[in-house]
């Protein structure tokens, strides 16, 4: 068992950013202990709710079709495959 020391902040999600030094730990089971400080003004106050988030996703995705961004692209799956740029993933290489 190794034991790894670093500070983060936990995203309102609940996810915790490791540094790019950790990447060779990805998709490793780890057991972890949280030591949180107990200053209130590092604390999130709040997080948008699910129908906040909705409606600000719903708001933007209107804006993008109003403006006719992606109007140009007849193959939806052939224009993902061209733009996207895969990475190997920990573990599963070939």
Do not use: K, N
């Amino acid at each position: 068992m190794q034991a790894i020391e670093l500070e983060t902040t936990i995203s309102p999600e609940g996810g915790i950013l490791l540094p790019p030094d950790c990447q060779a730990f990805y998709g490793r089971h780890a057991r972890m202990i949280l030591l949180l400080d107990d200053d209130p003004s590092t604390v999130v106050l709040s997080t948008p709710d699910r129908a906040q988030r909705q409606a600000a996703l719903r708001q933007a995705l209107l804006a993008v079709a109003q403006a006719g961004t992606f109007a140009h692209i007849d193959d939806a799956s052939a224009w993902q495959r061209e733009a996207r740029v895969d990475r190997v993933l920990p573990g599963r290489e070939d």
